[in-house]
T-cell receptor
Framework: SQKIEQNSEALNIQEGKTATLTCNYT??????LQWYRQDPGRGPVFLLL?????KEKRKERLKVTFDTTLKQSLFHITASQPADSATYLC???????????FGSGTRLLVRP | DGGITQSPKYLFRKEGQNVTLSCEQN?????MYWYRQDPGQGLRLIYY???????QKGDIAEGYSVSREKKESFPLTVTSAQKNPTAFYLC???????????FGSGTRLTVV
């Protein structure tokens, strides 16, 4: 069955540094992959979508890469700020029904 | 929350009771989804609907039921057959095939 793996340990970084989060998937090849931000007690918020034929996607301080050979996506936040502290979820599309499979997320803590 | 209203925000259920969680949207989106989130875990798909009067089971549909009589509404009933219903429930919609999901603010259900 499809499996999504995100680092369960929190990532703790200093303000101004670049945060890099990893998402690995196995047993299938998604046509695209999405990243979401979730704050405690709130619903996830959509950030970026990257397609299988795209190597990289950028949006302001965010950058996502998608390596279909390694079956991996990397999510970068440059010039991180304490307000970026949240849990970030990786969500590859499951199949042609456009259902998403969500990873358990990685918590990011940005220290002032 | 982006045009999706989930109610109530908190819900307490006694053993053996059925409860219904409301999800209403004004985004004119065809596709709607129900997810369950447990602490430290990713979102798991309960049911989804891609069009009015049609819905499909997700990965953990047992003990749950839904209806989709109107485009705007996709209520979820947690039945007494669901043995471990305490969780955070999230409703989401999707516009186009390549769009991100829009999530509601969630309902936290607790069995007392």
């Amino acid at each position: 069955s499809q499996k999504i793996e995100q680092n369960s340990e929190a990532l703790n970084i200093q303000e101004g540094k670049t945060a890099t989060l990893t998402c690995n998937y196995t047993n299938y090849s998604p046509a695209y992959l999405q990243w979401y931000r979730q704050d405690p007690g709130r619903g996830p918020v959509f950030l970026l979508l990257i397609r299988e034929n795209e190597k990289e996607k950028r949006k302001e301080r965010l950058k996502v890469t998608f390596d279909t050979t390694l079956k991996q996506s990397l999510f970068h936040i440059t010039a991180s700020q304490p307000a970026d502290s949240a849990t970030y979820l990786c969500a590859p599309i499951m199949d042609s029904s456009y259902k998403l499979i969500f990873g358990s997320g990685t918590r990011l803590l940005v220290r002032p | 929350d982006g045009g999706i209203t989930q109610s109530p925000k908190y819900l307490f259920r006694k053993e053996g009771q059925n409860v219904t969680l409301s999800c209403e949207q004004n985004l004119n989106h065809d596709a709607m989804y129900w997810y369950r989130q447990d602490p430290g875990q990713g979102l798991r798909l309960i049911y989804y609907s891609q069009i009015v009067n049609d819905f499909q089971k997700g990965d953990i549909a047992e003990g749950y039921s839904v209806s989709r009589e109107k485009k705007e509404s996709f209520p979820l009933t947690v039945t007494s057959a669901q043995k471990n219903p305490t969780a955070f429930y999230l409703c989401a919609t999707r516009g186009g095939d390549w769009d991100g999901y829009t999530f509601g603010s969630g309902t936290r259900l607790t069995v007392v």
